[in-house]
C-alpha cells in the first residue's frame, strides 16, 4: 500500500474506525520485518540497530508526514511496538526450539554462551506468555508492556498513545512488572 | 483467582504504592477487611513490585541478541562477502571455483614452503557454529581424515572461520564430471564399465570405513588427466545436512538433495543407508550405459518428480537406450544389474558395493549375475514363510491366474484346516510358479528379471480383476484384497496399498461402511500398516474395524476376537504393554467362550500374550503362556516350524532375564538349530539367537563362548545388513559387551561409541531403544573413570526406561543401581545414597527372592556405606550379597570373590577405626 493509503488508515485509526487495526497490523509488521532484514544486512556484526531508530525510520516510509502530527504518530508506533513484540517472540520461540535436543555434555566456554542466550529467549517468551495471561485481568496493563518494553517507547508516547495520563502509565508499568516477575521468578533467573 | 476482583487489587495496590512502607501492611490490613486471598494477592504483588525493580528497564539486553541472530542470518542470505585473498588456515585463497546451496568452494594455495601446494576450500555458510554442530564436525572430521583411497579426494583439515563458519580442507582435483569425461572422449560401452567398477571401489572403500556419501552424481565423480577418478565431498553433505536443521531462514537448502540421483528413502527423508549411494550410481550408470537416465524429469514440478521416484517402475535401459546397437547389450544381465540397483525398497537393492562390483564383473565374464538368479529363491522363501493369509493369498492369485474357477467356495481370512491346506497348496504353488520361472517357458520370453515378474504377474491380476470383474463386485473386492496382501507379501507396499484401499472403497460401497466385509479390509490394512511400521495409521485401521464389528455382533462376538488380538499387537507395537496384554486377554477370554482355542492362531495369541508379559516383568505368567503355546505347536506340527523355533528363542529369553541361564542354554540351542533346519546358516532370525546364547554364556562365565557367539552375530549381520545398519549396531553392541566381560575395557569402549553412533543415526533421539547402548556406555566410561559422562548418560537411561516401562519396573532398578554406583566413584555421596534408596523398593519388590541383580545392588549399597565409614552397614550389605550370589553362582564366581574382598576390608577397617 502506497504512503497516502497508509496514511490515511491511520487517521482512521485515530477516529475509532473498526477493523481498521486488522488492516494496519499487518503492513506495519511486514515493512518492520522487512526494514530489520534490509538494514542487518549492511551493518557489520557488532553494530546493533536500535529499535527506536528502526521504527523510526519504518514510520518515515509509510506515513506522510505533513498529514500526521505528533499524537497520531503515537498510534504508529503502538502498533509498531506490538509487532516488535511478534518477531522477536517468534525469533525467540524458534531459537528455543532449535536449541532443543542437544545433550548436555562436557560444558565449554562456548557451551555457556549458548546456554546464556537461551535463556534470554526463554525468557522472552516467558514474557509473552505470561502478558497473555495479564491481558485477561488488565489489557492496558500489556499494552503498556508492549510499548515500553517491545517498542521502546517514552512514557510521554505510550500515555499518548493509549489516551491516558502520563502517571497512570508509570503506575500501570510498575504494576505490570511486578505481575510479570511473580509470574516468572522461579523459572528463570531475572537480573 | 477465579473470584478474585482484579480491579480491586489494582485500586488497593495503587493507593497502597502513594504510601510510605511502613504504613502499608495497616492500610491493606484494613482495606481486605480479613479477605485472606484478596491480602495475599496484593501482599506478593507489591513484594514482586519492589524486587523487580530495574527489571526490564533496558530492553536492549534482551534485542541485542536477537538482532545480532538477523543481521548473521542476512549475511548468509547475502550474496556472500568476498573471500578471496583471505587468508584460511596456513592458505591463502585465490579463485572461487564453485557454489552451492550451503557455500562456496575455494582454490587455496600455501606458498610458505618451497613447494607450492593447491587445496580446495569448502566454506559452510549454512548455519553457525552451535555446539552441537561443532561437535559434530570435529567428529565427522576425524572421520574423513581417515579415509584414504585413490578414488577419494583427500581430506585435509577442517576448523572454524573467525566469523564462526566451518571450513573444509581438501585435495583439489583437476578433472571432469564422468558423463562428460564418457561423452567426451566417446569410450565404449565396456571401458565405461571398467571406469564405473572404480568408482564402486571407491565407494565400498567409504562405505567400509563407515562413511556414506549421501550426494553422489556425475558432478561430484570427476575424472582427471591421468583418466584417473576422483569422487568429492564423502561424508560432507551429512555435515550439512544436520546443520539445516538449524539455519532459520534458508528455506532453499532445507533438502539436501539432487533429484535426479535421489533415491526413495531420500525424498520420503527415511534413513540412509549404503543401499542410497548404490541407488545413486544405479542412476549414473543408467545414464553412462543407455545414454540418458530412467525418468523424463524435464519439465516436471518437484512434487511430480518425487512422485516418479517414489512411484514409477524405471523402464530397462535397454527399452530406453537411442544409441545405435546398444538395446542388445543392455538386454538381460545388465537390465537386471541396472534395475537391482534402482529398487524403491533399499533393502532389495544391492546392499555392499561389492555385490555390484561382482555382478559388473560376472556380467564382463559371462558368469550368470545375482540380479538375475537368487530373488526367487528370496521370494518364494517370504511367500511361504509369512503366515497364513500370504500363503492362502497366493492361492488366490494362482486361481486367479488358472482362470477363476472354484474360488467362490473359499474364504481367505478362514484358517480351518489351515495346517494341511497349506502343506497341500504349497507344493502346488511352488510347481505352479516354478514353471512361471523356467525360462523355456514361451510365456515368459519376455521376462527378463524374475522377481520383476513376480510383481508384474500380481500387478496383472490387479489389472485383470478390474477389467473382468467389475460387474461381480463380492468377487472383485475379495480379490483386490487377495492381491493386496500377496504385494505386501513381496514388499510390494505402495502397490499392496492401492490394491487394499480399492478394495476397502469398494466394499464400502457395496456392503456398506457398517459390513463385517468392510471391517475384514480393515483389519487386513492394519496389519499392511504393521508390516510398513506405520503404526499409528494401523491403530486407526483396526479401531474402525473394532468399531464396525461390534455394531453389527455386538460387545462378546466371536469374530471380534482376531480383531482385538491385532489390536493388541498393534499397542505392543506401540509400546503400550499394559493396554497390549488387557487386550490379549480379552481376546482369550473370547476364544475360550466360543471354544477357539485349539487353534495355532490362538497359541500365536497366548505367546504374543507371553511375550508382552515378558516386557512387563511378569515371568511367570509370560512363561506358562509360552510352555502352553508350545506344547500345542510340538504336538500341532509334524516337523520344525517357525511356530516352534520361535517359542525356543522366547522362552530363552525368558529364562535369561530370570537369571536361569542353564534353561535359557538350553532353549536358545534348540531353537538355533529349529532355525538352521527351516531357513540354512545364514538368516538374520539367527542374529538374535547368537546374541542371545553369549550373552547367556557370559553370566555363565563361559568368556570364550559368549565371544564367540558375539563374532558370529557382528559376521552375520554385517553380511546380511551392512555395517552400517541398526542389526549391526546392535552386533557391536554385543561383541562389546562380551569384550568388557574379558576386561578388555578400551576395545569394549570403542565399539560401544561405534554402535551408538549407529544407533543415533538409525533412531530419534527420544527413542527408547536408545536406552540399552546408552547405558553400556555409561558403564564402560565409569569403569574407565569418566564419571560425569556416565552419569549424564545413564540419566537419560533412567528418563528413557521410566517414560517406556514405568518408574517401579525392574529395568529402572537396574538403572539406578549403576546411577547409584557411578555417583559412589565420583564421591558424590549424598545424591548416591537417595538414588539407592529410591532403586530399593524396586529390587525388593519387583524381582524374584534371590535374584543376583539384589546382590549386585547390596554391593553397591555396601561400597557407599563403605566410603561413608559406616563400617558395620557395609559388612551387613556384603554379607547378604554373597548369601545371595551363593545361590545363583558356582564358589569361584568373580562376583563372589569381590563380595567377599569388600567384606573383608569393611571388617578390617572396623576394626581399626575402632582402635583408634
Not at chain 2, 543408467?286 to 517402475?313: K, M
Request: aromatic share 10%; proline share 2%.
Amino acid at each position: 500500500m502506497d504512503k497516502p493509503g497508509v496514511t490515511q488508515l491511520l487517521l482512521r485509526l485515530k477516529d475509532g474506525e473498526e477493523g481498521v487495526y486488522d488492516q494496519l497490523y499487518p503492513l506495519v509488521y511486514k515493512e518492520l520485518k522487512g526494514l530489520a532484514y534490509a538494514q542487518m544486512s549492511h551493518q557489520s556484526p557488532d553494530h546493533t540497530l536500535s529499535r527506536t531508530e528502526l521504527v523510526h525510520e519504518a514510520y518515515l516510509k509509510m506515513i506522510d508526514q505533513t498529514r500526521i502530527d505528533f499524537n497520531d504518530k503515537s498510534h504508529f508506533f503502538a502498533i509498531a511496538s506490538r509487532c516488535m513484540r511478534q518477531i522477536l517472540i517468534d525469533y525467540a520461540r524458534k531459537k528455543n526450539a532449535d536449541k532443543r535436543g542437544g545433550s548436555e555434555k562436557d560444558v565449554t566456554y562456548i557451551d555457556q554462551l549458548f546456554h546464556a542466550q537461551k535463556e534470554k529467549s526463554r525468557e522472552l517468551v516467558g514474557i509473552d506468555e505470561a502478558l497473555d495471561k495479564l491481558s485477561e485481568l488488565n489489557e492496558r496493563l500489556v499494552k503498556v508492556v508492549e510499548m515500553k518494553f517491545f517498542g521502546n517507547m517514552t512514557i510521554d508516547q505510550t500515555a499518548s498513545a493509549l489516551g491516558v495520563s502520563s502517571s497512570t502509565v508509570k503506575r500501570d508499568w510498575i504494576k505490570a512488572r511486578g505481575w510479570l516477575y511473580r509470574e516468572l521468578k522461579g523459572r528463570f533467573e531475572i537480573k | 483467582m477465579g473470584d478474585l476482583d482484579w480491579n480491586r487489587v489494582e485500586t488497593i495496590v495503587d493507593q497502597a504504592l502513594e504510601l510510605p512502607e511502613e504504613e502499608r501492611a495497616t492500610f491493606i490490613e484494613q482495606k481486605c477487611q480479613g479477605d485472606e486471598q484478596l491480602k495475599g494477592e496484593i501482599t506478593t504483588l507489591l513484594e514482586s513490585i519492589s524486587c523487580s525493580e530495574g527489571w526490564l528497564e533496558n530492553p536492549k539486553n534482551y534485542q541485542r541478541e536477537f538482532y545480532q541472530e538477523i543481521a548473521d542470518d542476512v549475511e548468509l542470505l547475502s550474496s556472500g562477502r568476498n573471500l578471496i585473498d583471505t587468508q584460511v588456515g596456513s592458505y591463502l585463497i585465490k579463485e572461487k571455483i564453485g557454489e552451492g546451496g550451503m557455500g562456496a568452494v575455494y582454490l587455496a594455495e600455501r606458498s610458505a614452503d618451497e613447494f607450492e601446494h593447491r587445496v580446495a576450500i569448502k566454506i559452510i555458510r549454512q548455519g553457525q557454529a552451535s555446539k552441537e554442530n561443532l561437535q559434530r564436525f570435529k567428529r565427522e572430521q576425524q572421520i574423513l581424515a581417515g579415509l584414504n583411497h585413490p578414488g577419494i579426494a583427500q581430506f585435509y583439515d577442517g576448523g572454524v572461520t573467525v566469523d564462526g563458519f566451518p571450513y573444509i580442507i581438501m585435495e583439489y582435483v583437476d578433472g571432469v564430471p564422468i558423463d562428460e569425461y564418457c561423452r567426451r572422449s566417446n569410450i565404449d560401452l565396456d571401458e565405461k564399465i571398467e571406469l564405473f567398477k572404480k568408482v564402486l571401489e571407491a565407494v565400498r572403500y567409504a562405505h567400509e570405513n563407515l562413511v556414506i556419501h549421501r550426494d553422489l552424481k556425475p558432478g561430484n565423480i570427476l575424472v582427471n588427466s591421468d583418466g584417473k577418478i576422483k569422487i568429492l565431498d564423502f561424508g560432507i553433505s551429512k555435515l550439512l545436512e544436520s546443520e539445516s536443521h538449524e539455519s532459520s531462514l534458508t528455506l532453499t537448502g532445507a533438502r539436501l538433495l539432487t533429484p535426479r540421483y535421489a533415491a526413495p528413502e531420500q525424498v520420503k527423508q527415511q534413513n540412509i543407508t549404503t543401499a542410497t549411494d548404490l541407488y545413486a550410481l544405479g542412476i549414473v550408470f543408467y545414464e553412462l550405459a543407455a545414454g540418458s537416465g530412467p525418468y523424463d524429469l524435464e519439465n516436471q514440478s518437484p512434487y511430480e518428480i518425487e512422485q516418479i521416484i517414489l512411484e514409477t517402475n524405471p523402464k530397462k535401459p535397454s527399452a530406453r537406450t537411442q544409441i545405435p546397437g546398444r538395446s542388445q547389450k543392455l538386454y538381460g544381465d545388465l537390465d537386471a544389474v541396472i534395475l537391482k540397483a534402482l529398487r524403491k525398497q533399499p533393502e532389495n537393492r544391492y546392499r555392499l558395493a561389492n555385490e555390484f562390483l561382482d555382478d559388473l564383473s560376472n556380467y564382463q565374464q559371462g558368469l550368470p549375475v545375482s540380479a538375475q538368479e537368487g530373488t526367487f529363491q528370496y521370494r518364494a522363501h517370504k511367500f511361504f514363510k509369512r503366515h497364513k493369509q500370504g500363503a492362502a493369498a497366493v492361492v488366490g492369485i494362482l486361481l486367479l491366474i488358472i482362470g477363476l474357477t472354484g474360488f467362490y467356495t473359499w474364504r481367505i481370512t478362514e484358517e480351518r484346516n489351515q495346517a494341511q491346506f497349506e502343506a497341500e497348496r504349497a507344493q502346488q504353488i511352488k510347481e505352479f510358479m516354478l514353471s512361471m520361472f523356467d525360462r523355456s517357458n514361451p510365456d515368459m520370453a519376455n521376462y527378463s528379471g524374475r522377481e520383476q515378474s513376480t510383481t508384474e504377474m500380481l500387478i496383472a491380476g490387479m489389472q485383470k480383476v478390474e477389467d473382468e470383474l467389475s460387474n461381480r463386485p463380492e468377487m472383485h473386492i475379495e480379490m483386490l484384497a487377495s492381491i493386496g496382501d500377496a504385494l505386501s507379501n513381496i514388499d510390494e507396499f505402495e502397490k499392496a496399498d492401492q490394491a487394499l484401499t480399492k478394495a476397502l472403497i469398494r466394499s464400502r460401497k457395496y456392503y456398506g461402511a457398517n459390513s463385517h466385509q468392510t471391517a475384514d479390509i480393515l483389519s487386513d490394512l492394519a496389519n499392511y500398516n504393521h508390516e510398513i511400521q506405520q503404526y499409528e495409521e494401523a491403530e486407526n485401521y483396526i479401531l474402525e474395524a473394532l468399531a464396525i464389528d461390534s455394531t453389527i455382533n455386538g460387545e462378546h462376538s466371536e469374530s471380534l476376537s482376531d480383531k482385538i488380538s491385532i489390536y493388541a499387537s498393534n499397542q505392543f507395537l506401540q509400546s503400550n504393554y499394559h493396554r497390549a496384554r488387557q487386550l490379549f486377554l480379552e481376546a482369550d477370554s473370547l476364544d475360550k467362550v466360543f471354544g477357539r482355542t485349539q487353534t495355532p492362531g490362538y497359541h500365536t495369541m497366548l505367546a504374543n500374550l507371553g511375550e508382552t508379559e515378558l516386557f512387563l516383568g511378569e515371568y511367570q505368567q509370560a512363561e506358562n503362556h509360552f510352555l502352553q503355546a508350545l506344547n500345542f505347536y510340538t504336538n500341532y506340527y509334524d516337523s520344525m516350524h517357525v511356530n516352534i523355533a520361535m517359542t525356543q528363542y522366547r522362552l530363552g529369553m525368558l529364562h535369561h532375564y530370570r537369571s536361569e541361564y542353564k534353561k535359557a542354554e538350553t532353549y536358545l540351542l534348540k531353537s538355533l538349530d529349529g532355525y538352521k533346519t527351516l531357513y540354512g546358516a545364514y538368516n538374520s532370525q539367527l542374529s538374535s539367537n547368537y546374541a542371545m546364547l553369549a550373552r547367556t554364556y557370559r553370566l555363565l562365565g563361559d568368556l570364550d563362548q559368549a565371544h564367540n557367539y558375539a563374532l558370529k552375530d557382528a559376521d552375520l549381520t554385517k553380511t546380511l545388513f551392512s555395517d552400517t545398519s541398526a542389526m549391526y549396531a546392535k552386533s557391536l553392541n554385543n561383541l562389546a559387551m562380551m569384550q568388557k566381560a574379558q576386561g578388555q575395557l578400551k576395545a569394549a569402549k570403542n565399539n560401544y561409541e561405534q554402535s551408538l553412533l549407529l544407533y543415533q543415526q538409525h533412531l530419534d533421539s527420544d527413542n527408547p531403544d536408545l536406552a540399552m547402548p546408552l547405558y553400556n556406555l555409561a558403564d564402560v566410561l565409569m569403569d574407565l573413570g569418566n564419571y560425569d559422562r556416565s552419569h549424564d548418560l545413564i540419566k537419560r537411561v533412567v528418563e528413557i526406561d521410566k517414560a517406556k516401562l514405568g518408574p517401579r519396573h525392574p529395568e529402572v532398578g537396574i538403572d539406578l543401581n549403576k546411577m547409584g554406583a557411578i555417583l559412589t566413584k565420583a564421591g558424590h555421596f549424598a545424591q548416591a545414597d537417595s538414588v539407592f534408596a529410591e532403586a530399593e523398593g524396586i529390587f525388593l519388590g519387583k524381582f524374584p527372592e534371590n535374584h543376583y541383580r539384589i546382590g549386585e545392588y547390596f554391593v553397591n549399597c555396601g561400597i557407599l556405606n563403605l566410603k561413608q565409614q559406616n563400617h558395620k552397614e557395609a559388612s551387613n550389605y556384603f554379607k547378604q550379597a554373597i548369601e545371595i550370589f551363593n545361590t545363583n553362582f558356582k564358589e569361584d564366581n568373580r562376583r563372589i570373590a569381590q563380595a567377599m574382598a569388600y567384606l573383608k576390608k569393611s571388617q578390617q577397617a572396623a576394626v581399626s577405626s575402632a582402635n583408634q
